[in-house]
């Protein structure tokens, strides 16, 4: 009881991953057949003449051959014709019902494959906890669902039949041909109200099923400390981690290029760009490093935002070497960086002269 209590806080992604590939997810099994019975109120109201006149013919046809023939194997063939034209009528008929009902247990719960609930589990014969599930709350909501659809439905259909009596009592003598669209018409209208009442509860059905489902997956803070230890431990966590680490420092690094003063060459494999603004920088920082790829790299990312690139496979080795990004340029190195500095500041300055 102090475990339930204690689970105040809200499902992690991985516990609803989790859950997802067990099975366990918000669903409402009312709310494929409410919908799908909607459909095929709607669908019946369309076709009810066109199958009229095709049970008609068939009617005929079928009474007509009884009649004047015995019935052997070799004329049975005779009867496949009005039967298919029946099939080929109905068959559409019955798909978008079934397709819509497919519909909405997708829209429900998405595309899952899983054969968690059908391996074996001896907790769902457990005498003890089954018993405790015949008064858990979710079966207690089933119970008043049913009942309270069972009393809607009844009610609705003897309300209907009740002022309906009259015209089904003079049914009789309205004749063959208008007898059928009416008794559909009365079969469609009561079956388009039953729908709309099974919607009704279904909707609300599926929001009990969302808030319990969601209530139920909470979890304690233990388990949300113990969760993450477990995926620091993950090698694969880690690695994912690791990896998208490293592409945020590579983007940024390549990032800072764009602000620096000099890229300093081996001239193939190695590349370090350095930036010094003398109101900025107290000396020289290293603002991104590379070998061989990652070298061409930052030498045309440099290019494209005009960056001098500077050859000296001494110096470049050096600094690749002493330093990592974002540190300023060891002493030892301030006299030949700057005379690169100066190089570059006079190529800067000549430029601007011939404009």
Sequence with gaps: MADKESKTEEATPKRLKDAKKKGQIAKSAELAPAVSLI?????????????????????????????????????????????????????????????????????????????????????????????????????????LKNIVKLLLVSFLTYNYLTESFPKILNAGSIGTEKLFPFIMGFVVDLALNISIIMLGLAIVDYIFQKRDHKKELKMTMQEIKDEYKEMEGNPQIKQARSQKQRQLALSRMMSAIEKSSVVITNPTHI???????????????????????????????????????????????????????????????????????AYVYDLEKKKKSRI
């Design 39 to 143: 459909v095929f109120a709607i669908t019946a109201s369309f076709i009810a003449m066109n199958l009229y006149k095709n049970s008609l013919n068939y009617l005929k046809n079928s009474l007509t051959t009884g009649f004047n023939t015995n019935l052997t194997r070799s004329n049975l063939s005779s009867f496949l014709p009005n039967l298919i034209d029946l099939f080929i009528l109905i068959m559409p008929y019955l798909a978008i019902g079934l397709i819509v009902g497919v519909i909405v247990n997708l829209i429900q719960t998405g595309l899952l494959f899983t054969s968690t609930p059908l391996k074996p589990d001896f907790n769902r014969i457990n005498p003890i906890k089954g018993f405790k599930n015949i008064f858990s709350k979710r079966a207690v909501f089933s119970l």
């Design 271 to 341: 590349a370090v760009a350095i930036k010094y603004d003398e109101n900025e920088d107290k000396a020289p920082v290293v603002v991104a490093k590379g070998v061989d790829f990652l070298a061409q790299k930052i030498k045309e990312k440099a290019k494209e935002n005009k960056i001098p690139i500077i050859e000296n496979k001494e110096l470049a080795r050096a600094i690749y070497k002493d330093t990592e990004v974002g540190d300023h340029i060891p002493v030892e190195l301030y006299k030949l960086v700057a005379e690169v500095l």
